[in-house]
């Protein structure tokens, strides 16, 4: 038990950060967790709230700055959920990611000695983005547009977030502006009642070219065409605009109707060309992606003979810059829609030798494998909660040369790869690849071979 209560202050000196990007000290063998420091600062702390294991605390002060500090050169960075490590340089931010990885490795999943042979950090670490949603709503009675304060639904207007293209803020004052000139409710939460609830843009980073998608509750907007106008007026780059019909609880609803210009957006990634829908998933740093699917690539050690299974393959991105030299590739992935994209998008660049299946990896991948559907190497690119046991056991008994695994949590990673490494897997290449600079999230590529 630990003396430390809510209300009471330290000075302590910053020890390490951990996987969710808050700084790490002991006050008498306690752990306590602050967000916003540093490994080397000497910060001023107030505790915050205290559990059996450890307590979190709040940066009153800091006393002496680490040698790892920047400025955090966003006036949204204290209050915004956004980003987590701003404040840390940005070779440092990239310390601490690959540190993540190998600690996971070694403590979850039993590899003693795991290093990760190559770090890929991001060329541009600010306006990386290509997809932002903003919440729309009221505060003192001004329909207001921005991000949600950390771990909150109050809306921080914003003037401009650093991570997506500048245009975001023109758009967002141009679809406030005509909120208030046609008496536009925004969306209210409690009440239900009101139009608009987000602004949600997306961005094609090869053909620069922006969609504005509305999700509003209803079917038609008042004055459409008046909007449609005013976006018109920003930029010449803005090609698309849409209304999605959204009255459920997810940030988008599946119904779009477009107001005006195209209906997706195109973008390529290794060559080959993805047609993007509102409601499409795609990765949100084009430029980082392209280096990771080519590492993937580059591990799945692919030729004109290998048969390649790529699971969890969402609308078919790294299925199809494989197709282009595999002999053939089978993508499993449990979001019907993606699968739709996957198929149009083989189809776009005339991509003949792929199949793809709408199922769980768990209920699919056992069953083809029984069915003499194996590959020589699979690809598994699965979300948080990482694989399962059953879709991994049929890849073992399928005797896959190579398992390439693209990971976006180096927990599931882990735990993933100890069950791997018990059936005959040995690691043999591994590198991280940053996405998401600013932010803790992690994206690893580990190649297995038998
Ligand atoms: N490889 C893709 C998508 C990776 S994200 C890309 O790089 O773009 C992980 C994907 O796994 C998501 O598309 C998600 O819908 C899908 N998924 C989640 N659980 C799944 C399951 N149990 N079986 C198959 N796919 C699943």
Sequence with gaps: MSDITKGMEYIIKIESVSSDGSGVAHIDGFTVFVPQTVTGDTVNIKIENVQKRFARAKLVEIIEPSTDRQEADCPYYEQCGGCQLRHIKYEKQLEIKHLTVENAMKRIGGFSNFCIDDVYGADNTERYRNKMIFPVGQKNNKIVCGFY???????????????????????????????????????????????????????????????????????????????????????????????NINTGNMPLGNKNITLWGKNTLSDTLCGVTFSISPNSFFQVNPEQTEKLYKKTLEFAQIDKNTSVMDIYCGIGTISLCAAQTAKNVIGIEIVKQAITDAKENAAINGITNTEFYADSAENIVPKLIANGKTADVVILDPPRKGSDEKTLSAIIKSNAKHIVYVSCNPATLARDARLLAESGYTVTRSAIFDLFPHTVHIETVVLFEK
């Design 149 to 243: 304060a950390q771990k909150s639904h109050d809306i921080i207007p914003l003037g401009d977030c650093a991570l997506g293209d500048g245009i975001n803020s023109a758009i967002i004052n141009t679809v406030l502006d005509y909120m208030n000139d046609n008496n536009i409710a925004p969306y209210n939460e409690h009440t239900h009642k009101g139009t608009i609830r987000r602004i949600f843009t997306r961005k094609s980073f090869s053909a620069n070219e922006f969609m504005v998608v509305i999700s509003a509750t209803v079917k038609t907007l008042p004055r459409y065409e008046n909007l449609i106008q005013r976006l018109q007026s920003i930029s010449d780059r803005i090609v698309s605009i849409v209304l």
